[in-house]
């Protein structure tokens, strides 16, 4: 917990730092008295760290001591996630080794299936291989599998000379491909005797098909679980970050893995 996220600045007078790290402990005590109401066989150690740059410093603290992350979001729209900056998606994009869990506002969070992303890369691997790691015996996974039908905008003209079924059959074999991811993803659930069900989504945008998804199962999931494909800041504007978006725009917690 750092002071500045209260606006408490630290300073060169002796007295008023003092102050800001009282306050910063209290919050601290307050984050473990909440941990240990719900989880009183768990060791929590509070710190209180002053920073000049929360981001940054943020990012290189957990890497060198955690496994995982795990903050909230103050819900920034698009415009004050320009001018002011985002710190979980600052965190999204730097983190490099250890997972990350964005909690949105929300009042209460249940113990229900997690929904895993899959798209058969090396990230979605990296993600259900840490989701093993999180299971209960009694937990339950969902995997979800969205393929593009692709080629939308030459669908309404046919008469420029695209061939009569061409989009059906690519949406097809993409709706293949995704079906081998799920099962693909069964056999490693498999392996850790958690059963896994899965569903096949076709979508003109991935990164939105999944917000739909969750729209359209608002109260089915306890948290997504993702991977990130590490994209450099230029691929992030160029081809958008599925992840990224995915956080801002969803209701559910979501884990990101690197």
């Known amino acids: 917990i750092n002071a500045e996220y209260m606006g408490f600045k630290p300073s ?3 007295a008023k730092t003092t102050e800001t790290l009282q ?4 919050l601290c005590l307050q984050a473990v008295r909440a941990i240990k109401n719900q989880c009183p066989n768990v060791h929590v150690t509070p710190a209180a ?21 795990v903050m909230g979001t103050r819900g920034l729209g698009v415009f004050q996630r320009a001018l002011l900056g985002s710190v979980s998606t600052h965190v999204i994009n730097h983190i490099k080794r250890i997972a ?22 090396d990230a979605s691997t990296r993600a259900a291989n840490f989701l093993t790691l999180l299971l209960k015996p009694e937990d339950k996974v969902h995997a979800v599998s969205m393929y593009e039908r692709g080629l939308s905008f030459a ?9 009569t079924g061409m989009f059906e059959q690519h949406a097809e074999l993409q709706k293949e491909k995704a079906e081998e991811r799920i099962q693909t993803l069964a056999r490693l659930f498999e392996t850790k005797q958690q059963p896994l069900t899965g569903s096949v989504v076709e ?17 089915n999931y306890m948290a997504v ?5 590490g994209l450099s800041s230029v691929a992030r504007i160029c081809l958008g970050s599925c992840s990224n978006y995915v956080v801002h725009n969803s209701h559910l917690p979501i884990i990101i893995t690197h």
């Open 100 to 121: 990350v869990c964005i909690v949105p506002q929300q009042e209460t969070v249940e113990r229900k299936p997690f929904l895993i992303c899959t798209d058969g890369s």
């Open 49 to 69: 760290r002053p920073t000049a740059e929360v981001r940054d410093d943020l990012v290189e603290f957990c890497e060198d001591e955690f496994d995982m992350l």
């Open 12 to 14: 060169k007078n002796i």
């Open 203 to 219: 979508t003109f945008d991935v990164k939105e098909g999944i917000i739909d998804y969750l729209k359209e199962h608002p109260t």
């Open 225 to 229: 679980v993702m991977g990130s494909r």
């Open 23 to 26: 306050k910063a402990d209290d």
């Open 155 to 163: 669908e309404p003209h046919m008469e420029l000379g695209f061939p």
